[in-house]
């Protein structure tokens, strides 16, 4: 802006001398003419052309305290600006800061989801693996009975008469039968199902339908046999997912393997039968000690008598004390009132009888 301002008022001085020459040129040549008249002219000019320098030296005053202006408003917007460059590194550190604790939990998010899509990895292998995958649902299956039940009522992998060996048989007290359990499961059929687009999951369906009749009458040919083991045998399915699926797909399944007195439970409804199997141990031992439990309140009872009556010859104990104490009373006191009268008494000689000679 003062190079602008500089830049004007040279202009105006060169368009003044330009002025100036002109007119002393002009003032030459009419000189003789009109003398008079180009000199008053000439005055007026020249005071006009002081009349500018005079407006030129304003304006150059006024150039100088708007640039003292100038420098003031700098200083206050270099102020007013070092201290916003100040505020907004500030605010820039805290959120550089929050966004770098944000990246650590999103690392460590990250590594958790790293590891847990391994697991998710190793779980998918062990269910592609039949042997792996009868070991994983043998070893849940496992973990449910033996957290609800005492060792002594089950054993795993028991042989039958029939020489088969099923996984779990859980023995009821004073029953000779016992409960089957077979944790294996046909998954693959359930992969295909999951993987099955709209025109293929009819297909899919029925592979699983057939799948899983197939392991249920397997599970009722092989274990269940009259007299040594109990009907419904137990077909665990170690998965929520896959049970809720077999529901959604497949309910007639689960009345067919009914009638091939099969049952077929997810790990949530084995741990209900567990605990229904606490529930009747806990009745079935109360039985057989309510003989035990009967003649303990008899002989109790016996003990309840003997101790009322020792009450209450005891009680006539103390009532008779009462009255022997009650009768040495009345004796004392007539005994004292006697010894009194006596001390009263005032006694007189006595003279001695008269012989007669």
Same mark, same amino acid.
Do not use: W
């Given at each position: 802006?003062?190079?602008?301002? @500089?830049?004007? %008022? =040279? *202009? ?6 330009? +002025?100036?020459?002109? &007119?002393?040129? #002009?003032?030459? $040549? ?26 030129? @030296?304003?304006? %150059? =005053? *006024? ?6 202006? +100038?420098?003031?408003? &700098?200083?206050? #917007?270099?102020? $007013? ?277």
């Amino acid at each position: 802006m003062t190079a602008l301002l @500089a830049a004007l %008022i =040279a *202009g105006l001085l060169l368009i003044a001398g330009a +002025l100036f020459a002109l &007119l002393f040129a #002009l003032s030459r $040549r009419g000189r003789d003419e009109n003398g008079g008249l180009l000199s008053a002219r000439l005055e007026a000019v020249a005071a006009a052309q002081n009349e500018i320098s005079g407006r030129f @030296a304003q304006a %150059i =005053a *006024g150039q100088t305290e708007l640039q003292a202006v +100038l420098a003031g408003r &700098l200083d206050v #917007l270099d102020c $007013r600006l070092g201290e916003t460059l100040k505020e907004n590194a500030s605010r820039t550190a805290e959120t550089l800061g929050g966004i770098q604790t944000r990246l650590s939990v999103i690392d460590e998010a990250q590594k958790n989801i790293t590891a847990l899509s391994g697991q998710v990895v190793s779980l998918q292998e062990i269910l592609a693996n039949k042997q792996a995958r009868g070991a994983f649902g043998q070893q849940q299956m496992e973990a449910i009975v033996a957290d609800g039940l005492p060792s002594t009522l089950y054993s795993f992998q028991a042989p039958l008469s029939n020489g088969s060996r099923p996984d779990c048989l859980i023995r009821l007290p004073n029953a000779k039968a016992a409960i089957v359990i077979d944790s294996k499961f046909p998954l693959e059929s359930f992969a295909g199902l999951r993987a099955a687009g709209d025109g293929e999951r009819k297909s899919a369906v029925a592979a699983v339908r057939s799948d899983v009749l197939k392991h249920v009458k397997d599970i009722a040919s092989k274990y269940l046999i009259p007299e040594e083991t109990q009907t419904p045998a137990i077909m665990f399915v170690p998965s929520e997912s896959i049970y809720a699926d077999l529901h959604e797909f497949c309910p007639d399944v689960f009345q067919r393997a009914l009638r091939e007195q099969v049952v077929i439970v997810s790990p949530s409804i084995l741990m209900l039968a567990v605990m229904t199997v606490q529930t009747v141990m806990k009745d079935a031992r109360m039985r057989e000690q309510a003989s035990l439990i009967q003649r303990e309140v008899g002989l109790l009872l016996q003990d309840t008598r003997r101790l009322a009556e020792r009450v209450m010859v005891l009680q006539r104990h103390y009532a008779q004390g009462e009255a022997d104490l009650k009768d040495v009373a009345i004796s004392t006191e007539k005994i004292v009132k006697r010894a009194g009268s006596i001390e009263a008494v005032e006694l007189t000689p006595v003279e001695p009888p008269q012989i007669s000679e």
